[in-house]
């Protein structure tokens, strides 16, 4: 896997070709579908969020009943992600620091935080799962989501903020 | 304000090792997948999002034709799943604002980051510790939204 620090130009529209984008994608949709065939649960992961903080908190909204009997396995879900992206970085890559700036990260992440869990899901709940169930409801959020996604990221780009 | 957990949660998801393993396999593929495919990296997420490289598209595409097959398959065709005995069933939420204005305020959140959740787990696996920032931000915007729509009391109907 490369990622080649290009000039990059809409005439190209696929700089770091398609082989990953692909392989990284149906990797995904595998990780989801050995939990679903399994046990029938289909996992997102942003619920985490507000089930993990159901340990130190006693907000009702996140003491649900359905909740705090999924925050156990979704705790080892997030865990198994992290040491999957783990493995793969210790077998075939050098770790990797992300040269966006710290404001950016905590700003946009408590948008976020609040806009995966008042929408009802994510890039995987929505955009993956949601998807693939060719439900209405998704195909707006994900609509919705990257439409203003892109006109941000381009807004921020506009205004000369880089990293 | 903490609160100590029931000692037992009737009905809690689980079924013993078998359940865990499962879970944990999962995860870590979906995580090599994020590490793979380069959206564990904000950078990356951000080339789409400003129309450098489209690449994310397939991303997406390969994951939710992956998804669309097996759904299809296990709803029309298998009865319930092994270690839980649930029936199989689609990913369909209620449509309200909800759905529009958390979509609009994920997309800003995910244009000025370029992180999305499970993404920013994945991306601590590759050491890329300043990914801890976009967690501890997401963590607060999950807080804050609980904390306001459990306000009324009337709680908010639920979503996964």
Partial sequence: MTTLPLVLTLDQPFPRGVLPYLLGGVLIGLGVSVIYLATGIIAGASTFLETTLSYASGVSRLNQPKYLASRDWRVLFTLGMVGGAAAYTLAFADPWTTQVQPWRLLGGGVLVGVGTRLGKGCTSGHGVCGIGSLSETSIVNVATFMAFAVGTALLVAAVGVTP | ?160
Avoid: H
């Fill in chain 2, 1 to 160: 304000m903490t609160r100590e957990p029931p000692a037992s949660d009737p009905g809690k998801d689980g079924q013993g090792a078998l359940f865990n393993l499962v879970v944990l396999l999962g995860g870590g593929t979906f995580g090599v997948g994020l590490a793979v495919s380069g959206m564990a990296k904000p950078e990356v997420v951000l080339d789409f999002l400003q129309l450098d490289d489209l690449g994310l598209l397939f991303v997406m595409g390969g994951a939710a034709g992956v998804t669309m097959l097996v759904f299809a398959v296990a709803t029309r065709y298998l009865g319930s799943a092994p270690l839980t005995g649930r029936r199989y069933t689609k990913r369909v939420k209620s449509m309200d604002r909800n759905v529009l204005v958390g979509g609009a305020i994920f997309g800003v959140g995910w244009g000025v980051s370029g992180i999305c959740p499970g993404a920013a787990y994945a991306s601590v696996g590759l050491g890329n510790w300043p990914i801890l920032w976009a967690i501890l931000g997401m963590f607060v915007g999950a807080y804050a939204q609980a904390y306001w729509r459990s306000r009324g009391s009337a709680s908010a109907s639920a979503s996964d």
